[in-house]
Antibody, heavy 113, light 107 residues
């Protein structure tokens, strides 16, 4: 069974940092590109970032470019999102998504003083 | 960026009804389109990829069609568990953009 389990969310002050993790199992993680998608409370889905299967290529949405860094460790079947200079508008549920169309359950990030 | 426009934004329907949701891309995306279902407080669930291919385990009352710029998700006979919000997403170009969502509500 494919599983994606996010962790690392929480309450952080504006300007702070947080690292999200997404632990994968049940599929050959190293062969799939991976994505982060977020959803602000009561809003729709927003694409955040992507990374190729090898980790050589990355993509960032305009709203997070220069502040967020996506990475992966294929030996640990884990995807990461390092978030810095966090703003109130980054408050959202963050989901990891495989390019084989499986979603994690999400981890909530709240940016507030 | 490719803009994805979904319509309607909401629809009221009864169990057994046929429901059609449309998604229009601002530029051609071939068949690189996916559909997701999301229930309140839950993560999205993938229904369809490549415009018309059903994800494993998805009931056959869901179907997708279209190519280029115009796409459709059809629920042939609405079931109680189908009341949810539905999103389309193009994956032809980065950023992978989503439609605004269609909420299917009970009439």
């Amino acid at each position: 069974e494919v599983q994606l389990v996010e962790s690392g969310g929480g309450l952080v002050q504006p300007g702070g940092s947080l690292r999200l993790s997404c632990s994968a199992s049940g599929f050959t993680f190293r062969t799939y590109a991976m994505h982060w998608v977020r959803q602000a409370p009561g809003k729709g889905l927003e694409y955040v970032s992507a990374i190729s299967s090898s980790g050589d290529s990355t993509y960032y949405g305009d709203s997070v470019k220069g502040r967020f860094t996506i990475s992966r460790d294929n030996s640990k079947n884990t995807l990461y999102l390092q978030m810095s200079s966090l703003r109130a508008e980054d408050t959202a549920m963050y989901y990891c998504l495989s390019s084989s169309w499986f979603w994690g359950q999400g981890t909530l990030v709240t940016v507030s003083s | 960026d490719i803009q994805m426009t979904q319509s309607p934004s909401s629809v009221s329907a009864s169990v057994g009804d046929r429901v059609t949701i449309t998604c229009r891309a601002s530029h051609g995306i071939s068949n690189y389109l996916a559909w997701f279902q999301q229930k309140p407080g839950r993560a999205p669930k993938s229904l369809i990829y490549a415009a018309s291919s059903l994800q494993s385990g998805v009931p056959s009352n869901f179907s997708g069609s279209g190519s280029g710029t115009d796409f459709t998700l059809t629920i042939s006979s609405l079931q109680p568990e189908d009341f949810a919000t539905y999103y389309c997403q193009q994956y032809n170009n980065y950023p992978l953009t989503f439609g605004g969502g269609t909420k299917v509500e009970i009439k």
